[in-house]
């Protein structure tokens, strides 16, 4: 049996340390970032906050409020051209949306119409599992495809397989998180999963030795969580649970002994399979849940607060931009 011995955190297990700090006031904080990709050789600025490309997040009604901010929307990858087409006509900037891919063939051949078609600059490759071989495979093929987009890929946990998708896979943002997710079950159906701030630790040092970036995906539970995955080394950091439950989310408000509720579920969940595929396969099991969640009216009153928290975290420990929250930060551990 191998075991390894050196003790892997989760956001709960740490808090960030305050250091005498310049900053007199939030609003001297910048959280807005300028990103040069040298891979692909794009730039990019904006907030460095993704929604995630779930059926109930990933939609064009988020888009809309998150763009305003410069937060990028991964859209769903049942999205098609026609979808898209739409969009396009009713606005849509490049630089705050991704499009969502798997990795068949039928998934490249729908990628090239819909990048064909519309103005695209972020693609995102997303398996479950990022340790399948084909994953790095079908990075390498659509970056020789298209040289100049800014490619996604993941989801994995840990350094080698980080130091692969960009070295050969020639991506040049890997999302990290297995497990973390709030309508995920992988941890308990399969027992396969990484504390999530030691696995954006890890995956950032590989990724920032080659010039690569990563995406923290999942596990956000309060505006501070975002705030020490960017002092873990997160690049992004990607938004599921927290951005669901709103006016813009799909799905009608449900009210049970005089509480609202909006559906929010995992993409493998039984919800998302029936939606989408007609069934769980016999094969596997749901990996996701379907969970009710407290209405919480606009989605642009979410996302102040957890800029708000950001810009706080900030002046506790003398960071005037996202940025140098890594650098500025020391995390201390504690009991749950
Ligand atoms: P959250 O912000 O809700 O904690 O996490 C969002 C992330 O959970 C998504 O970006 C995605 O990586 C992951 N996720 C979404 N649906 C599922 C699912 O059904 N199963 C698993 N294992 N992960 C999911």
């Known amino acids: 049996m191998k075991i390894e011995e050196d003790i ?33 050789k794009q730039k990019w600025y904006g907030i460095p906050i993704i929604a995630a490309n779930m059926d ?12 305003a901010y410069k937060i ?22 490049p630089n705050y949306f991704m499009i969502s891919t798997g990795i068949t063939q039928k998934d490249y051949d729908k990628l090239i119409i819909i990048c064909d078609a519309i ?65 995920c079950t992988t941890r308990l159906k399969t027992g396969v999963g990484m504390p999530q701030l030691s696995a954006i630790s ?9 010039n690569g970036f990563i995406i923290g995906d999942g596990g956000i539970t309060c505006p501070g969580d975002v705030s020490k995955g960017y002092g873990a080394g997160a690049d992004f950091i990607m938004i599921g ?15 049970e002994n005089g509480t609202k509720y909006k559906l929010f579920y995992g993409m493998s969940s039984d919800t998302a399979m029936k939606k ?38 900030c002046t506790y420990i003398n960071a005037n931009q996202i940025k140098h929250i890594a650098k500025c930060c020391t995390f201390v551990r504690v009991n749950r």
């Not at 709960?12 to 990103?35: F, G, H, M, W, Y």
């Open 241 to 255: 649970g927290q951005f669901s439950g709103h006016d813009e989310n799909p799905g009608d408000i449900i009210e």
């Open 8 to 40: 892997k955190l989760d956001y709960s297990d740490v808090l960030i340390r305050p250091k005498r700090s310049t900053l007199s006031s939030r609003n001297e904080v910048k959280l807005e970032r300028n990103i040069e990709f040298p891979i692909s």
């Open 72 to 93: 990028i929307t991964a859209f769903n990858k049942f999205y098609d051209l026609n979808d898209y087409k739409s969009m396009e006509k009713e606005g849509l900037d």
């Open 276 to 313: 989408h595929y007609g069934s769980v396969a016999s094969y596997r099991s749901s990996e996701g849940k379907t969970v009710r969640i407290k209405y919480k009216g606009p989605l642009s009153e979410t996302v102040m607060d957890i800029l708000g928290g950001i810009r706080s975290t």
């Open 119 to 183: 103005n695209v600059k972020f693609i995102c490759i997303d398996v479950a599992n990022g340790y399948m071989e084909q994953l790095v495979d079908f990075c390498r093929r659509v970056r020789d495809k298209f040289p100049d987009k800014i490619i996604v890929a993941g989801n994995v946990v840990t350094r080698e397989i980080t130091e692969q998708l960009i070295l050969r896979g020639r991506v040049d943002i890997v999302k990290v998180g297995i497990g973390p997710g709030s309508a």
């Open 202 to 210: 890890e995956c950032a040092d590989a990724a920032h030795g080659t």
């Open 56 to 67: 109930t997040i990933g939609t064009y009604d988020v888009y809309k409020v998150l763009s």
